[in-house]
């Protein structure tokens, strides 16, 4: 079993939806977690840290809870330009990313 | 401003051959990371180094080595490359905990 596990894709939606994607992890010793955005096979960048308080960024909102060891991204209105695969990451002093689920914005 | 430099960019081995991905950063960060990237796995980690000097295996460490050369390079070594390690390679550097990964622009090996 993977240390950090994610919905899988793909993920069809219209422009507009609103989406989410769920994210597990299983070392209870992660301290940080993140979710990273990755086009087409180029280098991961940072979308957000994820915070217990829960923390949004415009039309992201990333949720933490500790007690089921779950993490969640939220995006409203999704745009056409949101298309990519979207990584969940923890880390306990390493950062260990799940599988990734792909997001495909429609016209 | 460089940030994380991989080299090569791309790369055809045969079957046995062995070779040495650099990586380099120029952030002055302690952790450095080498990831494999094959479709539908997500980004797996091979090895990390917390700091010079140091480093550990990873989710997937098999047919790989690794030298931490300073605090800005960490290099990652296949000593007999097999057509398994046909993969995207990713090295990332951060300040362990709480900010954010850089990472290279990625090396695509083929092994034939």
Redesign the interface.
């Known amino acids: 079993r993977k240390?950090v596990e994610?919905d899988p894709g793909p993920f069809n939606v219209p422009e507009g939806a609103t989406v989410a994607f769920n994210c597990t992890y299983s070392n209870s010793a992660s301290?940080?977690f993140?979710w990273y955005r990755q086009d087409c096979?180029?280098?991961?960048?940072?979308l957000m840290?994820v915070y217990s308080s829960g923390n949004e960024d415009g039309r992201f909102t990333a949720q933490l809870n500790r007690a089921s060891q779950y993490i969640s991204l939220l995006i409203r209105d999704s745009k056409l330009s949101d298309s990519a695969t979207y990584?969940c990451v923890a880390?306990g002093?390493?950062?260990?990313?799940?599988?990734?689920t792909e997001l495909s914005v429609k016209p | 401003n460089a940030g994380v430099t991989q080299t090569p960019k791309f790369q055809v081995l045969k079957t046995g051959q062995s070779m040495t991905l650099q990586c380099a950063q120029d952030m002055n960060h302690n952790s450095m990371y080498w990831y494999r990237q094959d479709p539908g796995m997500g980004l797996r980690l091979i090895y990390y180094s917390a700091s010079e000097g140091t480093t550990d295996k990873g989710e997937v460490p098999n047919g790989y080595n690794v030298s931490r050369l300073n605090k800005r390079e960490f290099s990652l070594r296949l000593e007999s490359a097999a057509p398994s390690q046909t993969s995207v390679y990713f090295c990332a550097s951060d300040e362990p905990l709480n900010t954010e990964a850089f990472f290279g622009q990625g090396t695509r090996l083929t092994v034939v």
């Open positions: 240390e994610q301290q940080s993140f096979r180029k280098e991961p960048k940072l840290s990584l880390s002093g390493k950062l260990i990313f799940g599988q990734g």
